[in-house]
T-cell receptor, first 112, second 115 residues
Framework: GDSVTQMEGPVTLSEEAFLTINCTYT??????LFWYVQYPGEGLQLLLK?????DKGSNKGFEATYRKETTSFHLEKGSVQVSDSAVYFC???????????FGAGTTVTVRA | DAGVIQSPRHEVTEMGQEVTLRCKPI?????LFWYRQTMMRGLELLIY????????DSGMPEDRFSAKMPNASFSTLKIQPSEPRDSAVYFC?????????????FGPGTRLTVT
């Protein structure tokens, strides 16, 4: 079945540091890939997405590239801010499947 | 759009009581999902509906849990009787099949505490 594996946290960074969260997936078909972010006390929000190989999703300074050859969708941001402190979830939706398979989530804390 | 609306935002109840959580999906969305989030088990899909019909309820933990969607703009998740291990944050999400990537939009969640 479909599954997502993302790096375990927690991750603690200083402001303006570079952030990478690794995500790899297993899927039977050709999935769409997502990163969701959950700020403290809130629901999950879609951060970015990619629907085909080599697509790059981007939003709020975050980027992730759909790599079919390595079945990966790593999240990156060049200079994090305190406001980026949140839990980040990698997820996939296989073709014609409306369910999302989520990773376990990675807690990121950015210190001033 | 107002987004996905959930009520109540917080619920505290005693063991054995009935609990009803409510969700209003985004207008025009034809898929609705109920999730549970705990520290121990992470984010779990409980059940989802398409056009008000339950499609997959394999994630519903036991018979104490039930979900309904009487119309396109309203769904409930009921726990009867509630137990302390049901304490969690329950999320509702909705999506549309008119796009190609099926992203889901989440509500703010209901934090349930069963004492």
């Amino acid at each position: 079945g479909d599954s997502v594996t993302q790096m375990e946290g927690p991750v603690t960074l200083s402001e303006e540091a570079f952030l990478t969260i690794n995500c790899t997936y297993t899927a039977t078909g050709y999935p769409s890939l997502f990163w969701y972010v959950q700020y403290p006390g809130e629901g999950l929000q879609l951060l970015l997405k990619a629907t085909k190989a080599d697509d790059k999703g981007s939003n709020k300074g975050f980027e992730a590239t759909y790599r079919k050859e390595t079945t990966s969708f790593h999240l990156e941001k060049g200079s994090v801010q305190v406001s980026d402190s949140a839990v980040y979830f990698c997820a996939l939706s296989d073709i014609d499947d409306y369910k999302l398979s989520f990773g376990a989530g990675t807690t990121v804390t950015v210190r001033a | 759009d107002a987004g996905v609306i959930q009520s109540p935002r917080h619920e505290v109840t005693e063991m054995g009581q009935e609990v009803t959580l409510r969700c209003k999906p985004i207008s025009g969305h034809d898929y609705l999902f109920w999730y549970r989030q705990t520290m121990m088990r992470g984010l779990e899909l409980l059940i989802y509906f398409n056009n008000n019909v339950p499609i997959d309820d394999s994630g519903m933990p036991e018979d104490r849990f039930s979900a309904k969607m009487p119309n396109a703009s309203f769904s409930t998740l009921k726990i009867q009787p509630s137990e302390p291990r049901d304490s969690a944050v329950y999320f509702c999400a909705s999506s549309s099949d008119r796009g190609t990537s099926y992203e889901q939009y989440f509500g703010p969640g209901t934090r349930l505490t069963v004492t």
